[in-house]
């Protein structure tokens, strides 16, 4: 007896496409890694330190991510200063 309602043999292309896109990007990013893992110097201010690239490309990012999530936030805050026009 076969069930009904169940997952197993519904095809849903938009879940698919985003499987594909995530297994590609998931490839990218290892090829990514692996093409950057050599160290280099980092210089700021005073400390001098070594690191492989892909990890201060991380790094990088992950802080301009939170920059721009943070200025985002205030500027949608309630009394907040809005832009002129």
């Not at 938009?14 to 893992?37: E, K, Y």
């Amino acid at each position: 007896m076969a069930r009904q309602g169940g997952s197993r043999g519904t095809k849903d292309p938009t879940r698919d496409a985003w499987l594909i896109a995530s297994g590609v990007a998931a490839a990218l990013l290892v090829w990514f890694a692996i093409a950057n893992a050599e160290s280099v110097e980092i210089h700021f201010w005073v400390v001098t330190a070594k690191a492989p690239l892909i990890v201060v490309i991380v790094v990088a990012a992950l802080l301009g991510a939170l920059i721009v999530t943070l200025w985002r936030h205030s500027s949608r805050r309630p009394g907040s200063r809005r832009p002129r026009q």
